[in-house]
């Protein structure tokens, strides 16, 4: 729940409730973080094949949540500037994703046109002897 | 933690009388240039962005002329021809038409319509508008030592091999993208924290959702362009490699950079016009708008769609054949919101009390021009298609009904309807409808023979072409130069306005929306009393027919 | 909240130490203030995250051309001190939050401390930044004496990227990985200095005493700031020095 209001009715002349976290709890924060650092380096000298990127930015983004939660104190923020933060990530997964999508796919572009069907297969021939004309 | 503060007066003057306003209440150099007031910035974004536009449409006309016979008629060489239509389209796009409605009248009227004293955060506003001056002198610069010839998108790995001031301009567009990030940040932020009480969402007039809308999108894309353009210039200055064939990169992977802002900008562009087009039709057929929510919705639904679609610029650049399929399929979708738009203005303005003065003659001509422009595109989108029709004149034709038809002339047509709450004054009434005709005559003349040309092939951005496209390459420049004598007439019009002093109503057109509630011109805080909101927009019924009678003082 | 022009509202300092805060004279409430400026930043940090994420984009595209560059690539990163610097931003971040927080419960000289140390780190980590350019350099693997030398198309060689120990020469365009590692970490180097220097200037005003309970805006945005940059870093370690 967000303890600030979108409106111009608040009374108090501070700043608001402002969530002032324990600094024990900052501490605690900061030794997993070193935690899993070590694991990320320890993580990186085994070998799981096509997961390791996976697994790599799976702890990254742990790390992140942490200091984009209690550090940057966003799980006590307003409503508005969660979802302006969090849509920034939203709005970067489409940049990545149709990018690499393309950059993945057209891997098949060219398998299409050279393994797939007769069809295809004749199709290539005849560019092949059309570019020969010239 | 107290809470029973006492309140400081600060501010020992009075209030001034009612005659004193953002326009004469303070006077000298400084009073401007320092000024943290949004009236007053947003003037110097008109004056600003106005002179771009004019400085813009002039090397238009260079390459109209040009283009006048096949063989070419100004130009000394091909390369002189790539930089003034460069000139062109940079100058349009990045100095005029991404800035020009949220800078000049969106900070004009934004706070007004929301009944704030200023946008939220006035000295981000004054620098972004500093960004914008920054951005015009590099963009100057480039000119001065010795131009650039990449068109306006700086396609890879042209602009990495060029021997011109890619660089420079570069880092214009950098500086120029982080005005325009700053522009939509204050407004967002100015929407949601500084709404009058009473002025729920739903109540906010549609030109307040059209520039959120638009914000969102400024501060979500542009920082892509950003990186884009800086790439670039490392890759002239130390070549990374990643944009360069030669290097083992991939001048594709710059397409999808540039165009996942750019087909973005293309709503950053539009939209705010789309805010501007609302309001009037509401205002001059006196009608509340059909489909409030639908258009306010819309806005934003365009603007998350627009993310989804970039690659339909690229259906001819080596992009997998997948892609292509998903890019050609989601750019259907932007055609949905659009079209509830098109539809919710034609019937506003169905059965409604229609007022036919210059700014509403602005939009009708909009209403008609953005329809071709709209559907244009839908032709485009589809893939096979514009496979034939990609780099011709018909793409050309497209966009420009879009970006001048569209959107300079909804400008135009915003411009009419404020000028009077801006300054007090009212132009000529029917020097500006000539004007108003011979911009739509001439706009028309000018692009409808290149819709034609592109669909037989005629390429654009060439300095020479085979004889047969002449009689409309002719047409169009003919048309051309209608438009640059329409826009002159306008510009003369609203310049002479200023000499005439011919007295604005309070209430020119009879707006019910808080920015025609607050004396005319506003004061320098806006509203001398907090207003309140009580009515539901658009609702004619409170419309005080005294402000109409009224002139300003 | 009346809405007229002619007040602005005043927070008063807590104690002798501490100056009062003026609400700009265009907000109401300084709840008002707090949160707009606050969106506000907000707001700038997503365009970070999106600028950055540009060069994430270039990284992921060409890790997926050139899997074996990168993964050659990033061998010859020392890890060692990728995790060192990894610990001190990660320290960095915790004595940035604890000056927010010292701000937030109006303890002056933890303010001033906390934020010293958070530019210690920042320094620290430039140090160690320098040294490991310094090593590509002296490899021959990012030559900045020659980083701006036009680029001959015809040899086809980069003038920077000299490669004297031939580490890089069996895997194609070894160039690449390292003009991505030194883009990135270029940017955010300058990022880091930024920060620290942003850091100095809130330092400056909690020695005045402006920032207290009832006023921490400056101390909270670039806090939020710093813990930006630690959050790039963050992605930046795993994918440059242990190439996945």
Redesign the interface.
Known sequence: MSAHHDDHSHGALQMGHHHVSSSAMFFNVLVALLILTVITVGASRIDFGSANMLIAMAIASIKASLVIAIFMHVKWDTAINRIVFLSSFLFLSLLFIFTLADHATRRWDHEMHTTRTPVDKQWVYKQHEHAGDH | ???????????AEA?GSGSTHYLNCSKGFWSWAGTLDHKRIGLMYLIGTGVAFLAGGLFALLVRLHLWQPDGLLFKDNVQYNQIFTLHGAFMVFLFVIPAIPGSLGNMVLPLML????V???R?NLLSFYLWVTGAVLAALAIILGGFDTGWTFYAPYSLYTDQAVVTIGLAVFVLGFSS?FT???F???V???R??GLTWFRMPLFVWALYATSILQ??????L???VL?VA?ER??????FDP?????P??FE??FW?YSHPAVYIMVLPAFGIISELVSVHSRKPLFGYKLIAFSSLAIAIIS??V??HHMFTS??????MF??SFLTFFVAIPTAIKEFSWVATVWKGSIALNAPMLYTLAFLIIFAIGGLTGVILGSLNVDIHLHDTYFVVAHFHYVMMGSIALAFFAGLHHWWPKMFGVMYDETMAKIACGLIFVGFNATFIPQFIMGSRGMPRRYATYVPEYQPYHMASTIGAMILGVGVAVMVFCFVASLFQRKKAMQNQWGGVTLDWLTPTPPP??N?A???TVTNEVYDYSTLDYKAMQTPVR | MSHDGHHSVVIPAPGPEFVPHTVAHHFDTPVQEFQAAKLGFWLFLATEILLFGGLFAAYFYFHESYPETFRLGGRQLDWKLGALNTTVLLISSWTMAMGVRSAQTSQKQKTLMYCALTVLGAAIFMVVKFFEYKAKNEHGLIVFSELFHPYDGATGSIPWFKDYHGVMAGVPHGHLFFAIYLTMTAIHGLHVVIGAGLILWVMKGAAKGRFHAGYFLPVDLVGLYWHLVDLIWIFLFPLLYLVP
């Open positions: 933690m107290t809470t029973n503060v006492p309140v400081i007066d600060v501010h209030h009944g704030a004293k200023d939220a955060l006035p981000l990030i939509g940040l204050n967002i932020v100015t949601h924290k500084l009058a009480p501060v979500l894309a542009t920082p892509v950003g990186i884009t790439l490392f200055l130390y070549h990374i490699g990643i030669r290097l083992g990169g991939d594709v992977l999808h950079f996942f993310f989804l970039w690659g080596g992009q997998s054949t997948y892609a998903a890019f320098l805080e509203f009393e907090a207003p």
